[in-house]
């Protein structure tokens, strides 16, 4: 089993910003995977689907924490579903990496991301993998990166591409795992 989460804020005031990179890449394993639609869980505070992949279970999760406490969620599906944490993906969005670039993780560290912060917190450890999507353009050098992270991006073909690509990047860790997923796109 893994489980898969997409980092992002509830509302609709949040939808295409960079910050919910994460949840418009779920959104996209959702359609590619040909699961059913994400259903609200107050149990786990997440929208969830689920479905298999290759033979295995694999569960969506977008949580509805906000960003900064996502773990609160991860770490209440992971317990529940008892799923190790060397089978967490987690998308993200990265300041650090140019917008169209995707990085391929696994343990390492926050790296000023809120998100993953809380997820390492409340899950105890940093050791699980991560699809790291860039969301840095140049629009960044003239904007607070608290205010950048929230503002909307163009729905314009690239970032549709981008999160595709991000999507498919996902995919491939499940099929055929980290080491060659990370071959083929870091």
Known sequence: MKLIVGL????????NTWHNIGFATLEELCKQFGFSDFKKSVKFKAEITKGEVAGETIILAKPQTFMNNSGLSVAAIANFYKTKTTDIIVVQDDLDLVAGKLRLAKDS?????????????????????????????????????ADYVLMAYKKIPEISKLIKTAAEATATIIETGLAKAMNKYN
């Open 109 to 145: 560290s926050a790296g000023g991301h809120n998100g993953i912060k809380s997820i390492i917190e409340h899950l105890g450890t940093k050791d699980f993998m991560r699809v790291k999507v860039g969301i840095k353009t140049e629009l960044l050098t003239k904007v607070d990166p």
């Open 8 to 15: 992002g804020n509830p509302g609709k005031q949040y939808q």
